[in-house]
Structure formats: C-alpha cells, structure tokens
C-alpha cells in the first residue's frame, strides 16, 4: 500500500503578521468601545447633526468590536484563519465604496470619511499581504498532499497533440515556458519575445512548449494573439505542472512591485502589449525550464513577474554544458 504524502509543517509565520492583526484587533476593539459610549461624537467632531437613533450607531460599534475579536484570533494562526481576514478586508473595501456613494448624492459631508483612511485604507495592502501569505502556506501543502512528483506529472500531461511531455522529452529537448495569466503584460511580451527567438531555439534542436493555465481554445486565442500559433501548448488550469515544477506563487512584491512598476509603465512594455482578460491565477509566477528525458536540465524560476529570460540561451545551455537554475 503506497504512504500517504506528508503534509509539511507550516514554516514559521513572519513576526509581521501576528503584529500587525493583534494592532489591527486592538484597533477595532478600542473604536468599538469608542463609539458604544460615545455614539453621537463622531458625528459631532465633523459638525454633523447627532443621529437619532444613537442605538444604532452603538450597533456598528459593536460589530466593529468583534471584527476585532477575529484579528485576534487570525494572529494566533493566520494560514488555517485566513477567511477571518478576507471578511476584514471585504468590510474595509466595501464600507468606503459605501462612503464614497453617500458623500457623492450629498448625504454625508466628504469631511466625514477622514476616518475611513484608519479604519480602512490603510490596512489595505497589508491584510492582502497577508491573505497571500496564506494562500502561498495552503498552496505549498495541497501540492505536497498530492504528491506531485515532476516524472509523474510529465508523464500525465499531454502537448495538444496528444503526445505527453515525458515521451516527447524522450524524444528531443523541450523548452517549457509556464506563462502568468493571460491578461498579464508581462505574459504577452515572454510570448513575443519566445515567437521572435523560435527560429533559433529550433535551431537549437529544441522544441519549445507553452503552457498556460487556460483552456486550450482560449491558449489557442493567447498564442495566435502573439504570433505563436503553431507553437506546442499544455492547458494546465489547476496548475499542476506548475507546482511540480516548484513555481510558487509570488509575493506583492514579486508580482506588483517597484521593479515591475518600473518596467512595465518606463520600460512601456504596457504600452506595447496591454493586457486583458485574466484567465488563471493572478499570483503563479512564472518560469522557463529545459527538460531532457524528464528530468530538468536548466531552469529559470522568476523573482519578479517582470523577469525578462533569454529562451535562446536557456534552450542552448546543454549543449553549450552550461545548466544552471535560477530561484
């Protein structure tokens, strides 16, 4: 009878985290407490009338309290608690929309929402860092729960042909290319950058391989949006070979950070690509691997979703003896 696959411990959760949700507990609980005993304050402190039915207001209190509460208990452990974060996040998100709507058909003062920047805005980024965390911890597990070993996984995934990657890899080199989500800019220019360097990969003697985590028809779309339509494609939408080939998915920094920023708006590489629906994970960062027989001869793992890798050289470097992997 086969072992069941180990689940990993979860690694330690970086001291950030915990802090950073008992502050924002400890926030909530404050202004709760705040608003139960002194409903009409508020109101009073932007020169709006004091509400008539104060019971209410304390009701809000109240509720804002116990969201607190949950921070509390998402510090203790924020990757099994994650949804005690994401709700968090959804009332910091939908209550200045809310704000945003009244203030504009005049029912609130704009003055009004100086809070919603301390009560909201500014936990923004950091409650997403930390539902990310938490969906890396999650992902990490789920793909060692299912035992996702590369020769396995090459050998159960078929090319368009039919053909699966381990016997075509048997066969000749294959170049994979695991692209981010089709709407990503920086997708679409790794595929025009692959189409204009197929003449010497192929060259090469290499073949080169997308795969995408679409449909086949909608990598069919992406491909022959740029000019690779007759290039070799793997549809991977529950991003199998991606998690066996050990592409994790990325951080804010990685993936929106000033090096992408940088390259994406200075750079123009959005004004030369665009971008356009999202078809897949947002966060699977991408990467490009030359495979031999089913085994990874060179591999280069993004450290930023703006990572800009030569195919040609990736695709030569066996033969040139010069294999290397890049995390």
């Known amino acids: 009878m086969p ?4 689940i990993p ?9 915990p802090i ?5 507990a400890i926030y909530n609980v404050a202004w709760g407490v705040f608003v139960i005993l002194f409903p009409n304050l508020p109101f009073q402190l932007v020169g709006m009338a004091p509400v008539n039915y104060p019971a209410l207001v304390q009701c809000l209190g109240m509720i804002v309290g116990v969201y607190g509460v949950g921070y509390a208990m998402a510090a203790r452990d924020p990757v099994a608690l994650w949804p005690l974060v994401l709700v968090g996040l959804l009332g910091k998100v939908f209550g200045p929309i809310g704000f945003v709507y009244a203030a504009w058909i005049e029912e609130f003062p704009w003055i009004a929402g100086v809070t919603i920047l301390t009560n909201d805005v500014i936990w923004w980024v950091p409650f997403a860092a930390i539902l990310l965390y938490a969906a890396r911890i999650n992902d990490s597990r789920q793909a060692t729960a299912a035992g996702l070993n590369l020769d396995d996984v090459l050998k159960e ?3 368009s042909t ?6 075509a890899s048997m066969e000749q080199d294959l170049l994979l290319v695991c692209v ?4 990503c800019t920086f997708c679409r220019e790794a595929l025009d950058d ?6 010497a990969i192929l060259q090469s003697g290499v073949r080169p391989v997308v795969i995408h985590m679409g449909t086949t028809e909608q990598g069919s779309e992406l491909l022959r949006r740029c000019n690779c339509a ?3 494609q793997v549809s991977d939408p529950t991003r199998r070979v991606y998690r066996a080939l050990d592409l994790r998915l990325g951080t804010l920094t990685e993936l929106f950070g000033a090096r992408a920023f940088w390259r994406a708006i200075a750079g123009g590489t959005i004004f030369r690509f665009g971008f356009g629906k999202l078809v897949g994970n947002v966060w699977q960062m991408p990467g490009a691997f030359l495979i031999r027989h089913g085994r990874i001869l060179t591999a280069f793992r993004h450290q930023s979703s703006s990572d800009r890798p030569n195919y040609t050289q990736i695709a030569c470097s066996a033969r040139s003896g010069q294999t290397t992997s890049r995390s």
């Open 9 to 17: 411990a979860t690694p330690m959760v970086p001291r950030w985290i």
């Open 20 to 24: 950073l949700l008992n502050a924002a």
């Open 194 to 199: 692959l189409a204009r360097q197929r003449g």
């Open 230 to 232: 007759d290039m070799d």
């Open 3 to 6: 072992e069941a696959a180990t």
């Open 157 to 159: 995934t078929p090319l």
């Open 162 to 167: 039919g053909q699966s990657l381990h016997s």
């Open 180 to 183: 981010r989500h089709s709407g």
